[in-house]
């Protein structure tokens, strides 16, 4: 029973370098999310997919991609990290977009950029 | 003024007891209410959540929900050194629109 599941978990990077998040989830959910958590500044929606072939931006969208492969894959990118992009980061799922639908959450991937 | 407000905390209290966490909200068009713990270096993770006003109950978990004065609570009874946390207030203001306090942080003193 897997739930979500995100890859990796610890990352470093240089400025400048490219990286994709991966985030896989079993539960048949239609909606994914990336989340950023900063200190101080709690969980921010970086990117959203309400179901699958759709994508919206969230609070915090630049310098990110993100691409939903299929129904149970929601992958999101850095195409050149900076050191604000320094956080870790959370994927998360939920049956529907529907507002009683809570959200569950993946590991995080711990990143550091440099 | 903040969409949804905790208080950081750490809030202390002695094991056995009641602990009271508390979350306000700008958006009157709220529909539904989560709280998350969040242990240190880990996720989040569901344990309540509330959609109508008045006091939902979950074992030794209770949320409350007052949606006139824009405020919802989670009571911990007989508080454990396993709860201490960060407790996160999520907002769900429609439409994809989830908004989460910064947390308040639990400290259940043995």
């Known amino acids: 029973n897997a739930g979500v599941t995100q890859t990796p978990k610890f990352q470093v990077l240089k400025t400048g370098q490219s990286m994709t998040l991966q985030c896989a989830q079993d539960?048949?959910?239609?909606?994914m999310y990336w989340y950023r958590q900063d200190p101080g500044m709690g969980l921010r929606l970086i990117y959203y997919s309400a179901s699958e072939g759709t994508t919206d931006k969230g609070e915090v969208p630049n310098g990110y991609n993100v691409s939903r492969l299929n129904k149970r894959e929601f992958s999101l990118r850095l195409e050149s990290a900076a050191p604000s992009q320094t956080s870790v980061y959370f994927c998360a799922s939920s049956e529907s977009h529907s507002t009683d639908q809570p959200q569950h959450f993946g590991d995080g991937t711990r990143l550091s950029i440099l | 003024q903040k969409e949804v407000e905790q208080n950081s905390g750490p809030l202390s209290v002695p094991e056995g007891a009641i602990a009271s966490l508390n979350c306000t909200y700008s958006d009157r068009g709220s529909q539904s209410f989560f709280w998350y713990r969040q242990y240190s270096g880990k996720s989040p993770e569901l344990i309540m959540s509330?959609?109508?006003?008045g006091d939902k109950e979950d074992g030794r978990f209770t949320a409350q929900l007052n949606k006139a004065s824009q405020y919802v609570s989670l009571l911990i009874r007989d508080s454990q050194p396993s709860d201490s946390a960060t407790y996160l207030c999520a907002v769900n203001r429609g439409y994809q629109k989830v908004t989460f306090g910064t947390g308040t942080k639990l400290q259940v003193i043995p």
């Open positions: 539960m048949n959910h239609n909606s």
């Open positions: 509330i959609y109508s006003n």
